[in-house]
């Protein structure tokens, strides 16, 4: 009876209301079952995380994140709404912690890599950011490097440079990054 009933919440599940009735991992999970591989379900999900409501977006983006790794394609044709979502202000943390932690694991289109490196560079330099928003950015920065060289140089000028006041996150990550860009690391 109970498996039933779960079943049929599952059924009928208004993903915005489940987003505002609760903050957990179990019910990021729940939330991202539901939406399963189904693309009309991450659709809505989608506007909500690409939405004016602070507390909406802000919770929608770990399901978006969780449901991207389950079932990458889910993003197809999201991409790039959800990379120029970067620039807009006032943005929450997780909003930005959540996207480039998928850009992380994704190849990123040629006409967007411009884009993500600014926006990237940008995070990585500000005082403001927190170490995960650093740390994403710097692996997607690593990566965008492997099909543009050219930025090498100012990643690794920038990361040694930030390391100076780095958390051991932050040190970590730089570590392993400059040891992939051929770069003597931070001791």
Request: aromatic letters at 8%; proline letters at 4%.
């Amino acid at each position: 009876m109970l498996s039933s009933l779960f079943s049929f919440y599952l059924f009928t599940m208004d993903i915005r209301q489940a987003l505002l009735e609760e903050h957990s991992k179990k019910q990021m999970m729940s939330i991202a079952g539901y939406i399963g591989d189904d693309k009309k379900r991450f659709s809505e999900l989608m506007k909500l995380f690409l939405g004016n409501e602070y507390r909406l977006t802000q919770r929608a983006a770990g399901v978006v994140n969780i449901c991207a790794t389950m079932y990458p394609d889910l993003l197809n044709g999201w991409l790039e709404k959800i990379i120029r979502n970067l620039t807009h202000s006032g943005l929450p943390d997780a909003v930005k912690r959540n996207t480039l932690r998928i850009l992380q694991f994704r190849d990123v289109p040629s006409k967007l890599q411009g884009f993500v490196a600014e926006s990237c560079f940008h995070f990585l330099q500000s005082s403001s950011e927190p170490v995960a928003v650093k740390v994403f950015s710097m692996t997607v920065l690593a990566n965008l490097c492997k099909s543009e060289p050219d930025l090498q140089q100012e990643l690794k000028l920038i990361i040694e440079k930030q390391a100076v006041h780095g958390s051991p996150g932050y040190l970590a990550r730089s570590r392993r990054i400059l040891k992939e860009l051929g770069r003597k690391p931070i001791p």
